[in-house]
């Protein structure tokens, strides 16, 4: 069973387009992230939410909104896709707000034309 | 503000050979630390992490850390290198009440040569 499983995989889409990737965790944990990994495989945090609730949020241009219907989905929509957002999106989710290991998923790689 | 450096992007060693990827971090308070392994087209997997028990972790894959406090160290060793070790290494630090928000270092990449 895939712990961690993020939809889709792969995203090729046209600039300007709005898209959804999705993820689910059945780990049983409460705190789920998206992180951005870069094409020189920088990762960088962009959102978490524990139980629903957001509790962090970098600078994120407010293009991309994280929705967590609960605790076991979070799925994240960009709008208004620009060159820039090319990058593997990772979501990872753990058992608490402590030091709990985070799992990660394998990736979407988005690709914008 | 809290950071990771990892000296090296690119570490090649022979099969048998030590493994030795080096990692700095700053933080404002004692940090917790992590280290993950990247497989290609993988997600991340957590080898080992330190928060604040033994200085000296031990993880998976033969794999452990030592947390050197006066030297904001975190190197990751192993001592014999094996092919499947190839892959790329991320440190990683959060700070404890942080949210558990991790700061990723920029990884290194590992390539075991026969």
């Known amino acids: 069973d895939t712990a961690v499983s993020q939809t889709p995989k792969y995203l090729v889409t046209q600039m300007g387009n709005d898209k959804s990737i999705k993820c689910e965790q059945n780990?049983?944990?409460?705190?789920m992230y998206w992180y951005k990994q870069d094409s020189k495989k920088f990762l960088k945090i962009m959102f978490s939410?524990?139980?629903?609730?957001?509790?962090i949020n970098e600078t994120v241009p407010n293009r991309f909104s994280p929705k967590s219907p609960d605790k076991a989905h979070l799925n994240l929509h960009i709008n208004s896709l620009e060159l820039g957002d090319s990058a593997v999106y990772f979501c990872?989710?753990?058992?608490?707000?402590?030091?709990?290991?985070?799992?990660f998923g394998d990736g979407t790689r988005l690709s914008i034309l | 503000a809290q950071s990771v450096t990892q000296l090296g992007s690119h570490v090649s060693v022979s099969e048998g050979a030590l493994v030795l990827l080096r990692c700095n971090y700053s933080?404002?308070?004692?940090?917790?630390l992590f280290w993950y392994v990247q497989y290609p087209n993988q997600g991340l997997q957590l080898l080992l992490k330190?928060?604040?028990?033994?200085?000296l972790v031990k993880g998976i894959n033969g794999f452990e850390a030592e947390f050197k406090k006066s030297e904001t160290s975190f190197h990751l060793t192993k001592p014999s290198a094996h092919m499947s070790d190839a892959a790329e290494y991320f440190c990683?630090?959060?700070?404890?009440?942080?949210?558990?928000?991790?700061?990723f270092g920029t990884g290194t990449q590992l390539k075991v040569e026969l």
């Open positions: 990872a989710s753990s058992l608490g707000r402590g030091e709990g290991p985070q799992h």
């Open positions: 780990l049983g944990h409460d705190t």
């Open positions: 939410y524990n139980n629903k609730e957001l509790i």
């Open positions: 933080s404002s308070v004692p940090p917790y």
């Open positions: 330190y928060t604040s028990a033994a200085t």
């Open positions: 990683a630090v959060s700070e404890p009440g942080g949210g558990n928000k991790l700061t």
